[in-house]
């Protein structure tokens, strides 16, 4: 049963929810902004409104299989897993030939089920490195980097938790890295 969910995780993740909504009214976001099929570029090319609704997509496709295994009772670490296949399964969708997204609203919505606490702090690092900067991407790769950190600190976490909480950091940061190359040439965009 845990394993299947793990699955579950893994297929909902892939569903490339940016991607979707962006074909159905017309467009490929892939060709578009920065191409990312998350809610940041969906919002930069087809409005905030678009880009609130694929977060909330991208979010519940990440809590949705960790609630399932918490309300069963599942022990943390597979419930991290559950968090961490959600996050490569966007980030890595079958349905787009193995590439996809850069798993933050994914990481998100898992993250709040797994420690609502650690995730409101990492949340507030995010808004205030966007506040000072107005990069998403920048808030993003530093709000994942803090995840573990806060995490071991405020959870106590065992070994194994630990390990798959920073794997889907690393994992989130790592596709962030055109993102990161962009900010250390001063070309990232800035979001307004
Ligand atoms: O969630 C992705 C965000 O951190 C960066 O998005 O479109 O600016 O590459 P984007």
Not at 80 to 103: E, I, M, N, Q, Y
Not at 162 to 174: E, R
Request: proline content about 4%; glycine content about 10%.
């Amino acid at each position: 049963m845990i394993f299947a969910v793990i699955l579950l995780a893994f297929l909902l993740g892939s569903v490339p929810f940016g991607y979707v909504i962006g074909k159905l009214k017309g467009v490929d976001v892939r060709k578009h902004g920065s191409g990312n099929i998350g809610a940041t570029n969906v919002s930069r090319v087809l409005g905030k409104k678009w880009g609130a609704v694929v977060l909330l997509l991208d979010a519940l496709k990440g809590a949705l299989p960790v609630l399932l295994l918490k309300l069963s009772g599942a022990p943390l670490h597979y419930q991290v897993l559950a968090g961490l296949a959600a996050v490569l399964g966007h980030c890595f969708s079958p349905f787009l030939g193995f590439r996809g997204g850069k798993g933050v609203a994914t990481g998100l919505g898992a993250f709040l089920v797994i420690s609502p606490k650690v995730t409101f702090f990492a949340f507030l690092i995010f808004i205030v490195v966007f506040l000072l900067t107005r990069y998403v991407s920048l808030s993003s790769i530093t709000a994942a980097l803090s995840y573990p950190l806060l995490f071991k600190f405020f959870e106590k976490p065992d070994e194994a938790s630990f390990i798959a909480v920073a794997v889907t950091a690393f994992v989130i940061v790592a596709k962030h890295y055109q993102n990161i190359l962009r900010l250390l040439r001063g070309e990232e965009k800035k979001f307004r």
